[in-house]
């Protein structure tokens, strides 16, 4: 713990220095004095308790260690103590999301002192070697720490938000060098002294990725892999293709060179040289663009051919061999059908045109690009490519994916001169993102589906609340006060009991009592002290005040001495007034809900309803937006047996669409949803065949 807070110790001040500078330029760049003041309170409050901060991180730190020392069972972090029913707080889970993908990142950043860490404190616990989740001293530990370090603080999710990023770029920063200290220390003790780093990542399945998420699911190995022998199918499926372009070209409808046949051949080396003369050309960063048109080959290859016209020497003419003349083509193929699958205003369009003479100078130096599906450059166009598609081009999309989109192909643009190895590292570190994306899209969808689980809960326990309440009021006539009481907060107070305790439970039925007490005909001549009791205790917890509690029990004695009688004392004007509605969502009296009845269903419509109710969570389906046929992708995350509320979500897990099994059955009967059948392989290997039988159907006609 000496090492952690000498480390700690030096970089959370450095971390604290920077969110107070952060947050005075933002107050001084402050849209409006309201939200100036807001900043300036915030850094105040930091500068008043910014000493607490670094020990209380430490002292956080520290208990997860006290832990492993006693040798009780690991844990995973606990969350802070947040208001109730915090799963439809969307500023919890936007907190929760940016812990997680900070110590996410930070895990893959050190991986490999992290297994070392995690053996060795295994040792030390007397336990196999720890989770990352709940490693003392990892990064998920660290987060919480900090996340605990900032708790007594008044501040807005948003700043919340932006110290942590802070303190991802300046103290997460540096365990590596933390870790190194460690793992160096345990085994200067003899703790493991001898361990190596043994995991090993297992390069992604040349099958088709899950719709669920892009491709690659598990980051490929950073070494250069044994070379794969070329499927069997594959070897045979670019045989025809060759076979077919020969056909084609003898027969005059293949491209025509500009240059004559007596030209002098144009050598591998000319090629790749010309070619990479004109991919830096291309380098220079780009933004993607929603109006970039699709790719031209015909464009491409004239443009080729003119420069193969000066390229020789003393400026003479180059003319291509068969073989590089069939390559271009079906590279040129290839980039047709990606471009033609991917939407109008795609934004993938724009990344995968610069995709396109990287790759075609790999395909020319390696044919095994098209017979090995395991190929790095193949499998990096296939995630640019299906990533694009499902992840970048709606509305909703991750501008985080966007730029590391971006980055990749810039990269590739710029940098490929030849190595293969730029491609691994850049799938691998592709790969590394999208598991980043994978875990939070998994959290966030498990947090709405844990959040339409509470309303479904609440929905039910306000209904039977409702239905209780109603049956009250029709055994007596109560006075206008008591109405009041009963149809709003007292509903509530009872739709609680129902949530906490069930319909059956002892204090719902003290509940329900009350209200019959207060309605029954003949009324009391004043509330007996149990009645009182349970009015203040059930009021106070659907957030009623204590003295507007008060005055509201005062008015019902003089509304009901009145009932009885007894000439009512004069009263404040808002004795009687409605306590209004403290939990969940405003409601209507109960008398006065009246709700339409739903259509019918018909045959088809019902024989469908039954079909979805075996659907499982997680199914895919397509959305139809417009008679112009856009469309959108939503997952089934969850379904309610009770309401059949449906609860879909997009890609990154967030909610988009709410309605119930009954109207997703009657859009799918008239067509405009339907279920979406996964791809059985890669968008290339569906390109190849296409191909194929394109140039069938040439030869043929």
């Known amino acids: 713990m000496r090492t952690a807070c000498a480390h700690f110790g030096a970089a959370l001040p450095q971390a604290l220095d920077e969110i107070d500078r952060a947050l005075f330029k933002l107050a001084e760049r402050a849209a409006s004095n309201a939200q100036q003041q807001t900043l300036f309170e915030s850094l105040g409050e930091l500068r008043r308790k910014r000493t607490d901060l670094v020990p209380r991180f430490l002292q956080h730190a520290e208990s997860t260690l006290a832990r492993l020392r006693s040798g009780a069972p690991p844990q995973a972090p606990a969350p802070l103590p947040t208001p109730a029913l915090e799963l439809v707080d969307p500023s919890v889970l936007e907190e929760d999301l940016a812990l997680r993908e900070i110590a996410g990142k930070s895990e893959i950043r050190n991986s490999q002192a992290l297994y070392a860490i995690a053996h060795r404190l295994g040792v030390l616990g007397a336990t196999p070697a720890l989770p990352y989740e709940v490693l003392p001293l990892g990064p998920a530990r660290l987060v919480e720490a900090f996340r605990h370090a900032l708790g007594d603080l008044d501040f807005g999710v948003e700043r919340r938000v932006h110290a942590c990023r802070i303190f991802d770029r300046t103290a997460m920063a540096t365990l590596g060098r933390f870790y190194e200290t460690i793992n160096a220390q345990l085994a200067a003790r003899g703790i493991l002294p001898h361990l190596h780093w043994s995991a090993t990542r297992p390069r992604p399945a040349a099958s088709t990725p899950s719709a669920e998420m892009p491709p690659p699911t598990q980051p490929p190995s950073a070494g250069t892999p044994a070379p794969e022998p070329a499927h069997a199918d594959d070897a045979g499926l670019f045989d025809t293709l060759y076979r077919l372009l020969a056909t084609r070209r003898r027969r005059g409808d293949g491209p025509a060179q500009a240059a004559t046949p007596s030209a002098t051949p144009a050598s591998r080396d000319d090629l790749q040289s010309l070619l990479g003369a004109l991919q830096r050309e291309q380098s220079a960063p780009f933004e993607a663009r929603g109006d970039e048109p699709p790719h031209d080959t015909a464009q491409f290859k004239r443009e080729l051919f003119d420069r193969l016209r000066k390229a020789g020497p003393h400026g003479s003419a180059l003319r291509l061999v068969d073989d590089d003349v069939d390559t271009i083509e079906l590279v040129g193929l290839l980039f047709e059908y990606i471009g033609a699958n991917l939407r109008a205003n795609s934004g993938a369009r724009a990344l995968l045109n610069r995709l396109h003479v990287p790759v075609l100078r790999v395909a020319l130096g390696d044919r095994s690009f098209f017979t090995r599906r395991s190929h790095p450059a193949r499998e990096l166009l296939n995630t640019i490519a299906e990533t694009g598609e499902r992840w970048i081009d709606e509305s909703d999309s991750d501008p985080d994916l966007s730029a590391k989109m971006r980055l990749v192909v810039d990269s590739v643009s710029a940098d490929y001169d030849g190595d293969l190895t730029l491609f691994e590292n850049l799938l691998s570190d592709l790969g590394r993102h999208m598991q980043l994306l994978a875990r939070r899209a998994e959290v966030f969808e498990r947090r709405q589906v844990d959040a339409a689980r509470g309303r479904e809960k609440l929905e039910v326990a306000r209904a039977t609340a409702r239905g209780a309440i109603a049956q009250a009021l029709r055994d007596g006539s109560p006075t206008d006060a008591v109405r009041n009481l009963l149809d709003q ?213």
């Open 489 to 701: 907060a007292w509903t509530d107070a009872l739709a609680l009991s129902a949530l906490r305790h069930g319909s059956s439970s002892a204090e719902f039925r003290r509940r329900l009592a009350v209200a019959s007490a207060l309605v029954r005909s003949g009324g009391p001549a004043a509330l007996d002290a149990a009645i009182r009791q349970e009015l203040e205790a059930g009021l106070g917890e659907v957030g009623v005040h204590a003295d507007d509690t008060a005055r509201l029990i005062a008015g019902l004695d003089r509304a009901i001495e009145g009932a009885a009688g007894t000439p009512p004392q004069p009263q404040p004007a808002d004795d009687t007034a409605p306590v209004k509605a403290r939990f969940g969502e405003q409601i209507a009296p109960v008398e006065a809900a009246v709700k339409p009845q739903p259509i019918p269903l018909n045959a088809v419509e019902t024989a469908t309803l039954e079909r979805l109710r075996e659907v499982p969570f997680g199914t895919w389906f397509v959305f139809t937006l417009n008679q112009q046929g856009a469309s959108v992708r939503r997952k089934l995350a969850w379904f309610s047996t009770v309401t059949r509320r449906c609860l879909f979500v997009n890609q990154r897990g967030a909610r988009c669409d709410d309605r119930t099994l009954d109207q997703l059955a009657r859009d799918i009967v008239r067509g405009q949803v339907r279920i979406e059948v996964p791809p059985q392989s890669s968008l290339i290997d569906r390109a190849w065949k296409a191909i194929v039988e394109a140039l069938s159907q040439q030869e043929a006609s």
